[in-house]
């Protein structure tokens, strides 16, 4: 398998691994098949991710797409993070094996789950 040195680099040395104390909220997702587990943390003001950590048991692919996920919706509305693609994931990473793409689409779905925990939170 061959990884961009992108990926390594995010894999070795994530920028966004870590918890939130008294987070807004959490996500979490997993794959039974392969055993990947991401865990999001959320701190939300005014409709916008100010913070954003994650805990990943899993793969390279898997810790470096999570922590590109962080990168790419850190800022954003919860709207606007909700539109990022597993493909701007992949893009940001430069190369990964095809067989492990799956992990950019775990990392949204947790995502995903967390900005539905925090509008939930919000009723």
Known sequence: MYYSEKTLERFKNPKFA??????????????????????????????????IKFET???VAAIASSDMMCELAKGKT?????KIKPDDIVKGLGKMPLIKHHCSVLGIQALGKAIEN????EK
């Open 78 to 82: 919860l709207e606007d993070a909700l």
């Open 18 to 51: 870590g918890e939130i104390k008294n987070p807004d909220a959490v996500g979490q997702e997993g794959n039974p098949i392969c055993g990947d587990v991401m865990k999001i943390y959320l701190k939300v003001e005014d409709d916008i991710i100010k913070d």
């Open 57 to 59: 048991y899993g793969c």
């Open 118 to 121: 925090y509008r939930g939170s």
